[in-house]
T-cell receptor, first 108, second 114 residues
Framework: KNEVEQSPQNLTAQEGEFITINCSYS?????LHWLQQHPGGGIVSLFM???GKKKHGRLIATINIQEKHSSLHITASHPRDSAVYIC??????????FGTGTKLQVIP | DVKVTQSSRYLVKRTGEKVFLECVQD?????MFWYRQDPGLGLRLIYF???????EKGDIPEGYSVSREKKERFSLILESASTNQTSMYLC?????????????FGDGTRLSIL
């Protein structure tokens, strides 16, 4: 079973700061997912990646397959980015293992 | 856009009751999943299904069962609710087991067992 570790567990940032959230996993994967969960519960998928780097607006996700490590970056952070960010990895057949999440608060 | 709808946002039940949580998806996805989410533990897989009338145990199936009579609907059943089943329950769906598409989540049901 894959182990997924995220750091930090909690993060407070000032509006405008550059933010990095890290994710490490223990076993080879077919894909890594970054998810966002706002207060109230709903989860949305931000990125799915198996190599390299993806960018969407102010969000950038990178993965290093050899080091079994991924990072999620948020540039020019904003209070609306406040949420829990969850890293998840999938092996075969859509079995997904989730990290425990990073709670981000961006202060105006 | 994929829509995954869970029947209730909040639910309060009593110990020993039989509880049904319903989930419906509108994109003809083959895969459906039930997770529970607890503080400090992340999402844990209870059951999943790759097809109608098919089910597989996840990591924590004890005390739960599921039903998938139609492709769009996946029900989670707590046979005799207990207080340790108080949790947030999330349903998800995805295209199929081979194409590695992301899972789409419902808004969750916050279940309290008294």
């Amino acid at each position: 079973k894959n182990e997924v570790e995220q750091s930090p567990q909690n993060l407070t940032a000032q509006e405008g700061e550059f933010i990095t959230i890290n994710c490490s996993y223990s076993v080879g994967i077919s894909a890594l997912h970054w998810l966002q969960q706002h207060p109230g519960g709903g989860i949305v998928s931000l990125f799915m990646l198996s190599s390299g780097k993806k960018k969407h607006g102010r969000l950038i996700a990178t993965i290093n397959i050899q080091e079994k490590h991924s990072s999620l970056h948020i540039t020019a952070s904003h209070p609306r980015d406040s949420a829990v960010y969850i890293c998840a990895v999938s092996g075969g057949y859509q079995k997904v293992t989730f990290g425990t999440g990073t709670k981000l608060q961006v202060i105006p | 856009d994929v829509k995954v709808t869970q029947s209730s946002r909040y639910l309060v039940k009593r110990t020993g009751e039989k509880v049904f949580l319903e989930c419906v998806q509108d994109m003809d996805h083959e895969n459906m999943f039930w997770y529970r989410q607890d503080p400090g533990l992340g999402l844990r897989l209870i059951y999943f299904s790759y097809d109608v009338k098919m089910k597989e145990k996840g990591d924590i199936p004890e005390g739960y069962s599921v039903s998938r009579e139609k492709k769009e609907r996946f029900s989670l059943i707590l046979e005799s609710a207990s207080t340790n089943q108080t949790s947030m329950y999330l349903c998800a769906s995805s295209f199929d087991r081979y194409s590695n598409q992301p899972q789409h989540f419902g808004d969750g049901t916050r279940l309290s067992i008294l």
